[in-house]
């Protein structure tokens, strides 16, 4: 079964210092993962995408996630993090012939000023 | 060029009752997923629709049904609610229910709170 973890509900760091988010993914096949970001009210916005190729995507934002097979992870990452980068993050994977998404739990991440 | 739009944005509804949510997808996308969040974790997968059919359905009882109309837009219906149905309930759209890579556009959901 498919499934993405994220061991950290919350995350905090100072503004201008780099930010990383994890997430580990299981097994089965080649996944495409992805990150999704929350605001407070609002529905999931796509931040970037690991399908195939560069170990190192870059998305929205300045944010960028590296894609590790033998880790199985896909950690989010920015190398200066900014006061309205604080929201929830999702990590989310999809294999094969699913057609649905499944996320992790959340990581709330603070930046702070 | 208009997003994801869910109505209405707020219900509240008493055990026992039914509901109906409603999404239309970002122009241009043919294919809408139903997503429910409750608080404090990730979305979880309700179902997809595409040519006006459910195409897939992840583990939720049959007291959640859904449609979808000629012009895309969806419908999702909860009989019976339960206090743990409370929740955001999201809608995606993409396009082709076959793009794997293919990320979802979300609306902003629906806070249904059950009474």
């Known amino acids: 079964a498919q499934s993405v973890a994220q061991p950290e509900d919350q995350v905090n760091v100072a503004e201008g210092n780099p930010l990383t988010v994890k997430c580990t993914y299981s097994v089965s096949g080649n996944p495409y993962l992805f990150w999704y970001v929350q605001y407070p009210n609002r529905g999931l916005q796509f931040l970037l995408k690991?399908?195939?190729?560069?170990?190192l995507v870059k998305g929205s934002y300045g944010f960028e996630a590296e894609f590790n097979k033998s880790q199985t992870s896909f950690h989010l990452k920015k190398p200066s993090a900014l006061v309205s980068d604080s929201a929830l993050y999702f990590c989310?994977?999809?294999?094969?012939?699913?057609?649905?998404?499944?996320f992790g739990s959340g990581t709330q991440l603070t930046v702070l000023p | 060029d208009a997003g994801v739009t869910q109505s209405p944005t707020h219900l509240i509804k008493t055990r026992g009752q039914q509901v109906t949510l409603r999404c239309s997808p970002k122009?241009?996308?043919?294919?809408v997923s139903w997503y429910q969040q409750a608080l404090g974790q990730g979305p979880q997968f309700i179902f997809q629709?595409?040519?006006?059919?459910?195409?897939q359905r992840g583990n939720f009882p049959d007291r959640f049904s859904g449609h979808q109309f000629p012009n895309y837009s969806s419908e999702l219906n909860v009989n019976a609610l339960l206090l743990g149905d409370s929740a955001l309930y999201l809608c995606?759209?993409?396009?082709?229910?076959?793009?794997?890579?293919?990320?979802?556009?979300f609306g902003n959901g629906t806070r249904l709170t059950v009474t």
């Open positions: 629709y595409y040519e006006e059919e459910e195409r």
């Open positions: 989310a994977v999809r294999y094969g012939s699913a057609r649905q998404l499944t």
């Open positions: 995606a759209s993409s396009v082709g229910q076959s793009s794997y890579n293919s990320p979802l556009h």
């Open positions: 690991y399908i195939t190729g560069d170990n």
């Open positions: 122009s241009g996308h043919d294919t």
